[in-house]
């Protein structure tokens, strides 16, 4: 089992800057793909970014160039800086895992979920 925690969410104007923290625990957690997901009232879940064990990283298009993940192998967390957010970033993000050595785009692929993380960006 993988239990993951999410924090950092909060209200920000456009243009601001907020950073996600997901806490890991349980199994060994430097062989995971981990990834950011978020859903807005009414849409489906969408991925944000991911990283793989060996540290690449993929991108939404609708983030890239703004957001970057990233991990801490040793401290079992992984962090989504987020620059220049927008309204449309509003939504409540969440934290997913998988034991598998590639990123994957579709919500079912990832097994563990945190309880998700609301982010507001106000105009």
């Known amino acids: 089992q993988v239990q993951l925690v999410e924090s950092g969410g909060g209200l920000v104007q456009a243009g601001g800057s907020l950073r996600l923290s997901c806490a890991a625990s349980g199994r060994p957690f430097s062989t995971y793909v981990m990834a950011w997901f978020r859903q807005a009232p009414g849409k489906e879940r969408e991925f944000v970014a991911g990283?793989?064990?060996?540290?690449?990283?993929y991108y939404g298009d609708s983030v890239k160039g703004r957001f970057t993940i990233s991990r801490d192998k040793a401290k079992n967390t992984v962090f989504l800086q987020m620059n220049s957010l927008k309204p449309e970033d509003t939504a409540v993000y969440y934290c997913?895992?998988?034991?598998?050595?590639?990123?994957?785009?579709?919500?079912?692929?990832?097994?563990?979920w945190g309880q998700g993380t609301q982010v507001t960006v106000s105009p």
């Open positions: 997913a895992a998988r034991s598998a050595t590639v990123v994957a785009a579709d919500p079912g692929a990832y097994v563990y």
């Open positions: 990283i793989s064990w060996s540290g690449s990283t």
